[in-house]
């Protein structure tokens, strides 16, 4: 057998559950799809419920979807109690759920600020919290949270102040969840994405100007795509990151490293 056959295997992730919040569409979904190649049964779990669904359909049999809030505590705790009694267990999850408000902070409302609070920040952490539940129980499992290079930086391009500070929240959720849990056999990563290329930064595409700009600030010279930011998160899933827990991957074309 070629030495290089069994060094992929640490990649694989034959006979494990993984949950994947927004996962109907652009880096959830693309986390889903290599998952499923990689071995995986993948539960899907987004608040577009019909975009949930069709998505599960896409991607065949290893998948299921679900629809769910992740800033509502009823609702996470039944879609994590679900996806245990329906598939037998909970080894991967993957949060990536999130929203962006970009406004000037002088006029961001304070519900404006709190609903982004609620989905980027609290989010995690009631999925973060169901999700280790039934790991701890089960002897150990893996989290992923999508933070930002925004999360690491003030940005500067345009106001985002809200979608900056609930990311830089995920980035030391990360660290401190990988403290507390690590004795239990649940490892805690984040990675940070620069801009990628999806419906999420589809308002900042209409504006030729500052995707140039962009473009400028990034050492690589473009945009993320899905797909490469799902390879890092499937980095983050498996065992071929069995030693690494706190750690947050930046995935951004070099922006965090000028």
């Given at each position: 057998m070629d030495p290089l056959d069994s060094l992929m295997d640490v990649f694989r992730l034959d006979g494990r559950v993984a949950a994947i919040t927004g996962g109907a569409r652009g880096i959830g979904y693309e986390t889903a799809r290599l998952f499923i190649a990689a071995g995986a049964r993948v539960v899907l779990l987004d608040l577009d419920d019909r975009a949930v669904t069709e998505a599960a359909t896409r991607l065949g049999p290893a998948a299921s979807g679900l629809r769910l809030d992740v800033s509502a505590d009823d609702d996470v705790a039944r879609a994590f109690e679900s996806i245990v009694a329906e598939q037998g267990r909970l080894d991967v999850l993957?949060?990536?759920?999130?929203?962006?408000l970009r406004r000037p902070t002088i006029e961001l409302s304070l519900a404006e600020w709190q609903r982004v609070v609620d989905v980027n920040m609290t989010g995690v952490?009631?999925?973060?919290?169901?999700?280790?539940?039934?790991?701890?129980?089960?002897?150990?499992?893996?989290?992923?949270?999508?933070?930002?290079?925004?999360?690491?930086?003030?940005?500067g391009l345009y106001p985002n102040i809200s979608y900056q500070a609930t990311k830089g929240a995920v980035v030391n959720m990360t660290r401190a969840l990988a403290v507390e849990w690590a004795a239990g056999g649940v490892r805690v990563n984040a990675v940070a994405p620069t801009w990628v290329d999806t419906e999420f930064i589809g308002?900042?595409?209409?504006?030729?100007?500052?995707?140039?700009?962009?473009?400028?600030?990034?050492?690589?010279?473009?945009?993320?795509?899905?797909?490469?930011?799902?390879?890092?998160?499937?980095?983050?899933?498996?065992?071929?990151?069995?030693?690494?827990?706190?750690?947050?991957?930046?995935?951004?074309?070099?922006f965090l490293a000028q």
């Amino acid at each position: 057998m070629d030495p290089l056959d069994s060094l992929m295997d640490v990649f694989r992730l034959d006979g494990r559950v993984a949950a994947i919040t927004g996962g109907a569409r652009g880096i959830g979904y693309e986390t889903a799809r290599l998952f499923i190649a990689a071995g995986a049964r993948v539960v899907l779990l987004d608040l577009d419920d019909r975009a949930v669904t069709e998505a599960a359909t896409r991607l065949g049999p290893a998948a299921s979807g679900l629809r769910l809030d992740v800033s509502a505590d009823d609702d996470v705790a039944r879609a994590f109690e679900s996806i245990v009694a329906e598939q037998g267990r909970l080894d991967v999850l993957v949060n990536n759920a999130g929203m962006a408000l970009r406004r000037p902070t002088i006029e961001l409302s304070l519900a404006e600020w709190q609903r982004v609070v609620d989905v980027n920040m609290t989010g995690v952490f009631l999925c973060a919290r169901m999700a280790a539940r039934h790991m701890l129980h089960a002897g150990g499992g893996v989290i992923v949270n999508t933070a930002s290079i925004m999360g690491l930086s003030g940005g500067g391009l345009y106001p985002n102040i809200s979608y900056q500070a609930t990311k830089g929240a995920v980035v030391n959720m990360t660290r401190a969840l990988a403290v507390e849990w690590a004795a239990g056999g649940v490892r805690v990563n984040a990675v940070a994405p620069t801009w990628v290329d999806t419906e999420f930064i589809g308002p900042l595409k209409a504006n030729a100007a500052l995707m140039d700009r962009i473009r400028q600030m990034t050492p690589l010279g473009r945009l993320a795509q899905p797909a490469e930011v799902a390879h890092a998160i499937l980095f983050l899933a498996s065992p071929a990151s069995a030693m690494v827990t706190g750690h947050v991957l930046a995935v951004d074309g070099g922006f965090l490293a000028q």
